[in-house]
């Protein structure tokens, strides 16, 4: 597909990935999109890890104590962790959705699941939170998410852990693959009536099956 403009949820759009407001999750598997030039992947890099981050950066809560304002290039180890994440979520989202567009591993089975799973669980802990409890006279008591580790850290154990919450609930039978032309994203299916990542891409699969039909019907006028 070609490149999608920045999705609704982001004013700022640092990334060359599409973010096209979906849950966090969905947008770290679509760091992998393909144009008209081929596939793309905007992991390859920490910078490239960095300008996402900065990108999802709006959607996540100050309370969580993220600051992405003076955002380090991460550590390549991060970006290591990151492309695993992402890695391990397509491929469950892959299984998930019947997808066959070769974006999976050849190589299908329970093995490669478990190691998909297990990738996302390592994530899960690798900077987990807890809750702190502060009571004050005036105010009475409040809680807290209290977590360690660099804001990159933070980020991959959050969106590891939406990644369970997506598959384990009800957006696991809204998850789809889009179909469009030489498409490889993913999204959440949020109308009944919703086909493809964008809109962008449904115009393309229209024109896409126009040029089909005319075909065919000029073929079978010469035969």
Sequence with gaps: ???I???TSESAHPTAAPLLGEPLPVELMNTIWADRDGVHDELTHPEGLAAWLRGVGPRLSASEGLSLAQLPDPSA???RRFRR???ALRHLAAVTTGDERGTRDP???ADLLATAVSAVNEACAYAPSWSSLEWTGAGGPTRTDVTNGTPAARILSRVAEEGVRLFTGPGRARLRACQGP???LYFVRSHPRREWCSADCGNRARVARH????RRAGEAAKA
């Design 1 to 3: 597909m070609e490149s």
């Design 5 to 7: 403009q920045p999705g």
């Design 77 to 79: 180890d991060e970006l």
């Design 85 to 87: 994440l992402r890695d």
């Design 107 to 109: 190589v299908a089975g």
């Design 182 to 184: 030489r498409c490889v």
């Design 211 to 214: 040029y089909r039909r005319h």
